[in-house]
């Protein structure tokens, strides 16, 4: 270990000086300000017919070297991909010593003569080699690549450098963007753009981020949703319009959320729900034939056909089909508790949430070609217009792909006394605790009895619908930048410690932190077990990758862990009382991995994470174990 680190050391400490020696002959390579009339490596390529023997000029990042004598090969690696670069002595003479001196991640640029070796490779013969930046990092070695998932996601330039289909997944989500913004735009809607920074929080049921404007002395909301300004837009007299943006919503991180992310939200007067449902199929199908080539896509072994029209069935009746509970002859909420009891799907405050948990329950899962479900409860859509032939429901779908939900809409609800009410019930559940309830907007009242025409809403999860496209298991691997607790020289508090040390301070007495350990109550000593016994557990350092609530459960935290086998591992653990999952990223705990797995919620769990645990003046404290994140995952406990 110590030798691989000297080594680095010395190979970063070499870089250093050919720079400074570069800076000492006059040849700083920073000082060029540009590399002009450049020809994309994969159009030489492409149109070899075309360029042989002619002379072109390329710039990009050296990739590979390779080479003996007077010649030497060269890959270098542009945006559209990598040509070989050939360099002989007898060709460009002295600058030839120059050239031996490149590193591998230099970005140099090129001017030569297109020719195939005879080898048969397309290549470029150099007669005139510029170094343009000296790289003073070790990239990661060619082979073996960036494998690391938290390093990857931290330093996406150097996986975008390294891991050639990563680019390939960002320029297909450049795409798909683009497709839908084009298929909108041939329908006549007009893109709009509307605040981050709100003063409510509102257009849907989340937690918000919480900022201060210092000017106006007030708090603000970063947008968890632009739906309610769209449909001001519409009572203002705009018919159609969209807006495709970043929402934050202050809650856990797992696969397919993040708290920064992108939606798109589409409004159209006159119009309702089932004109969405057309929208919605018609633009995903248009968007995968024109990005893909194809409406069929392969996803989790699963084959999908994205081809319109998608099956349509009624929440109700889906469930009615998945466990036989039909909720069109339970019409009370006692008689709704009861078969809740009875199928072990936990008890909500209303009947319509109720059902909302057997969706979720035997539903959701089972949805894996596209699939419309529709005519939600009215409890759980406080913004959706309720049904005429049925006010427990509202005209309300949302779209399921593989068993994940990639769009909602509504009839919009335009009646200003019904959405006061609604907006009163969410202020009644926010004041009991619940903090994803939505906010009083007494400006939207006021819009509503303007007057807003009957109209459809839609809101697509764009990240969702480019994971399907593109074959992604994580939102993380469809964003360039995740959102990632900072660590090392990044860490608050790092950066605050080095400050300090920089800033003059009065000398203050510095004394240790007291904790308070009266009132403690340790729990008895096992009795022994023989060593061979103990021997058998395996414990692990892990690195929680991601950790995100459980749905319908108080206790329980879902952890996706980084083992050091290449393998994510997930495993559950009762800690939800006492941490959020959002402190847990980023952080080395430990785990026995070697327990059978044990399915729990309906999630398999696959260990365990060890926490210490005691009680202080009759109340249970618990405190997970955390080590240093300089050990590696997967390190083992003896």
């Given at each position: 270990?110590?030798d ?9 400490k ?7 020696e ?56 542009d ?42 490779e ?61 298929f ?15 003063t ?38 705009f ?24 939606a ?14 057309e ?37 109700i009746d ?7 509970v ?27 949430e ?34 005429n ?96 607790k ?79 086998s ?39 769990s ?6 210490a ?9 618990l ?5 240093s ?5 997967g390190?083992?406990?003896?």
């Amino acid at each position: 270990m110590t030798d691989n680190t000297n080594d680095l050391n010395e190979m970063l400490k070499i870089k250093r000086e050919k720079l400074e020696e570069l800076k000492a002959n006059d040849k700083d390579p920073h000082r060029i300000v540009n590399y002009k009339d450049r020809t994309p490596a994969s159009e030489i390529k492409d149109k070899f017919d075309e360029y042989e023997t002619k002379t072109v000029r390329i710039a990009g990042r050296i990739r590979a070297k390779r080479g003996h004598g007077n010649m030497s090969f060269m890959d270098i690696q542009d945006e559209s991909g990598t040509i070989q670069v050939v360099n002989r002595k007898n060709v460009i003479g002295d600058e030839f010593k120059e050239v031996k001196k490149y590193d591998i991640g230099d970005i140099v640029g090129i001017e030569g003569e297109v020719f195939r070796t005879n080898q048969g490779e397309i290549s470029i013969e150099t007669k005139s080699p510029e170094l343009l930046t000296k790289s003073l990092q070790i990239l990661p070695e060619k082979w073996h690549g960036l494998k690391d998932p938290d390093l990857r996601y931290r330093q996406r330039y150097l996986d975008l450098i390294v891991n050639p289909e990563v680019k390939e997944v960002f320029v297909l989500r450049s795409k798909i963007i683009s497709e839908i913004r084009k298929f909108l735009d041939q329908r006549g809607f007009l893109e709009v753009e509307t605040p981050i920074l709100n003063t409510i929080a509102g257009g849907a049921s989340a937690r918000p981020f919480i900022t201060h404007h210092n000017t106006l002395d007030i708090d603000m909301y970063l947008r968890i949703a632009n739906e309610l300004y769209l449909k001001r837009l519409i009572v203002g007299g705009f018919d159609k319009v969209y807006e495709m943006g970043r929402m934050f919503r202050n809650e856990g991180m797992d696969a397919t959320h993040n708290p920064e992310y992108t939606a798109m939200e589409l409004y159209q007067a006159y119009a309702d729900y089932e004109d969405m449902m057309e929208i919605t199929e018609s633009m995903i199908e248009t968007v995968a034939k024109n990005v893909l080539g194809t409406t069929q896509i392969s996803y989790d072994g699963n084959e999908i056909e994205l081809k319109a029209p998608w099956r349509r069935i009624t929440m109700i009746d889906s469930i009615k089909e998945a466990c036989g509970v039909d909720f069109n002859e339970i019409t009370t909420y006692e008689d709704a508790v009861a078969i809740a009891k009875d199928k072990g799907v936990e008890v909500k405050e209303n009947r319509g949430e109720i059902i909302n948990e057997f969706f979720e329950e035997f539903v959701e899962e089972t949805l894996i070609q596209p699939t419309f479900i529709y005519d939600y409860p009215v409890e759980i859509s406080p913004l959706a217009k309720r049904k005429n032939d049925d006010r427990s429901l509202t005209y309300r779908f949302e779209a399921f792909i593989n068993g994940a939900e990639v769009g909602n809409a509504f009839s919009e609800l335009n009646d200003a006394a019904d959405q006061r009410e609604r907006f009163e019930a969410q202020v009644a559940k926010r004041a009991k605790g619940d903090d994803e309830a939505q906010m009083m907007d007494y400006d939207f009242v006021n819009a509503l009895e303007v007057g807003l025409p009957p109209t459809g809403g839609l809101g697509i999860g764009i990240d969702r619908v480019i994971m399907l496209l593109t074959g992604q298991h994580s939102i993380r691997d469809v964003l360039l930048f995740p959102t990632m607790k900072p660590t090392g020289k990044n860490a608050v508090e790092e950066v605050e410690a080095e400050v300090a040390q920089k800033t003059p301070t009065k000398q203050v007495e510095e004394t240790d932190e007291v904790i308070d350990f009266t009132g403690v109550e340790i729990e008895e000593l096992y009795e022994d077990i023989d060593f061979e016994t103990f021997s058998k557990s395996d414990f692990r350092v892990v690195k929680v990758i991601a950790c995100e609530e459980v749905p319908k459960s108080n206790k329980l935290l879902k952890f996706t862990l980084d083992d050091g086998s290449g393998n994510e591992r997930t495993i559950l653990s009762g800690i939800k009382k006492y941490y959020s999952p959002e402190e847990l990223i980023g952080k080395n705990l430990v785990a026995i991995v070697n327990l059978p797995p044990r399915a729990m919620m309906g999630i398999e769990s696959e260990g365990m994470i060890l926490s210490a645990i005691h009680n202080q003046n009759g109340e249970e404290v618990l405190n997970v174990l955390q080590v240093s994140n300089k050990i590696p995952a997967g390190a083992k406990l003896y």
